[in-house]
């Protein structure tokens, strides 16, 4: 008896897709980052959707203007729980 196993879909399963957001949180972008914001949750949907044997994460780097006193450039680790992400 031969047995139907899939090698290819167990391998894929432990596959990971790093997917990284480059961000402008300029001054003149402050009226579409509420959008911003869940058009990155819409993407990280989709992506899950359409990649369910990855496992999908997501990192963002974001830069500001320079005049500001806080730190120009941030980033957040990749993770795969994008809720973290977007509060």
């Keep these: 008896m031969i047995k139907n196993e899939r090698?290819?879909?167990?391998?894929?399963?432990?596959?990971?897709?790093?997917?990284?957001?480059?961000?402008?949180?300029?001054?003149?972008?402050?009226?579409?980052?509420d959008e911003i914001q869940k058009e990155i949750s819409n993407l990280y949907d989709e992506l899950r959707a359409n990649l369910k044997n990855y496992k999908v994460r997501v990192g963002i780097v974001t830069y500001r203007d320079y005049d500001l006193e806080e730190g120009n450039i941030d980033s957040l680790d990749f993770t795969d729980d994008i809720t973290s992400m977007v509060d």
Aim: glycine share 4%; net charge negative.
């Design 7 to 33: 090698p290819f879909e167990k391998a894929a399963a432990k596959t990971t897709v790093d997917v990284a957001l480059i961000i402008d949180c300029t001054l003149q972008m402050g009226s579409y980052l």
